[in-house]
């Protein structure tokens, strides 16, 4: 589980006859974030990045992400059966409404990544850091009329910071901003238009194309190529209609912030594991109506099963271990804090698909990365 040491939490700790069951950690501060946090959160950033770049690969298959999601909750529940006591009939009520809130959005959430991801602009190295660095700006406004936790000043200071370089990533490049070698190895139609101007725009826009029939058309010049390589999607490639793959972005920060601050009023009432895993019961039961309303969408999820084994192994155990981690730092650390510190999976993300997806790198990645790891300085030294 990643070193999270999940036996610390004692019966006594969780759970009491005389109160209602709130998780109490000995290394909460009110001032700042400790070091083992701050470790932990660096590990679920990882481990985010990692999944999102999954995401982008499979072009957010909704057959894949809906098979990583029932996957997780089988993962998931001989721990927590084994890790927590079971909690009080009254803990069960009183976080009930946060389980099933935050399962909804996590619903909703997985949605608009699979869109983002599908969206024909959707380049993690773009929409990933929009979507995030939102989530950390609404979680840093309402933390403190919701949850009385207000950041220090410094701590104010490195979210600011993180958040402008999360803006500068997502930025699109000046005329004189010359990419460094990238050649494009996941052909989608809007890179097809930059890489070979002479392949008809009407032939690939709203389309995948299939790289082979891409590369055969660049040798032969056979128009009839790039058709026969062509595949419609139960997720279209959205070009001209529909939102933007920003305003999408937009959206899942917004969902973002919205669990990140139900999840820290819900861990008052029960342990991560235990609450973890009804969320994703409950975000399976909401997602799954939305993944599997067509014929093609059910095709589409047994091919999953069949052909795409791996990445839904990836992003079912890389985004539940990671959240999982989050919430045992929630548990302990103030929601503005942990909602920015992992955000640096925005570099993760960034740095792993200009390598794997072959994404330009622009200056304005490299100044925005680098404003991101001082201010995640800032909120751990000054913070």
Not at 80 to 97: E, R, Y
Not at 271 to 278: E, R
Not at 315 to 337: D, M, W
């Amino acid at each position: 589980m990643v070193g999270i040491p999940m036996a610390e939490f004692t019966t006594a700790e969780i759970l009491s006859e005389n109160q209602s069951s709130v998780l109490e950690v000995d290394n909460f501060t009110e001032e700042g974030i400790s070091g083992y946090a701050f470790s932990l959160l660096m590990v679920a950033a990882l481990l985010h990045g990692l999944w999102n770049l999954a995401a982008r690969k499979v072009k957010g298959d909704g057959g894949v992400f809906l098979c990583s999601i029932i996957g997780s909750v089988f993962w998931l529940a001989p721990f927590a059966a084994l890790l927590a006591p079971l909690p009080s009939k009254q803990n069960c009520i009183d976080a009930m409404p946060f389980v099933i809130a935050t399962g909804l959005l996590h619903a909703v959430y997985i949605y608009l990544v699979g869109a983002m991801y599908a969206h024909a602009g959707g380049d993690v190295s773009m929409v990933y850091p929009i979507a995030r660095g939102t989530g950390v700006t609404i979680t840093a406004v309402m933390a403190g009329p919701l949850l009385q936790e207000a950041p220090t000043r410094a701590g104010w200071m490195g979210i600011a910071t993180v958040v402008v370089g999360i803006w500068m990533i997502s930025q699109k490049p000046s005329a004189g901003d010359t990419p460094g070698d990238s050649s494009p190895t996941n052909v989608d139609a809007h890179r097809l238009r930059s890489s070979s101007s002479s392949i008809p725009a009407q032939k690939i826009t709203g389309y995948k194309v299939d790289e082979a029939s891409a590369m055969e058309y660049e040798k032969t010049g056979n128009g009839n190529s790039i058709e026969e390589g062509m595949h419609t999607s139960p997720v279209p490639q959205h070009e001209d209609s529909g939102p933007s793959a920003v305003t999408l972005a937009l959206l899942t920060g917004c969902c973002i912030s919205s669990y990140s601050l139900c999840d820290k009023m819900g861990l008052h009432h029960m342990h991560p594991t235990q609450y973890i895993l009804g969320m994703n019961v409950v975000n399976t039961l909401s997602y799954a109506p939305m993944a599997l309303r067509t014929p093609n969408q059910r095709k589409e999820c047994w091919a999953a099963l069949q052909d795409k084994k791996k990445y839904i192994a990836v992003i079912g155990c890389g985004s539940s271990t990671s959240y999982l981690i989050v919430l045992y730092a929630l548990s302990f650390t103030k929601a503005s804090y942990v909602v920015a510190i992992r955000e640096v999976s925005i570099l993760f993300g960034a740095l792993l698909g200009i390598i794997f997806l072959k994404e330009p790198l622009y200056s304005t990645k490299i100044v925005g990365g680098a404003l991101v790891v001082g201010g995640l300085i800032t909120i751990k030294i000054l913070g």
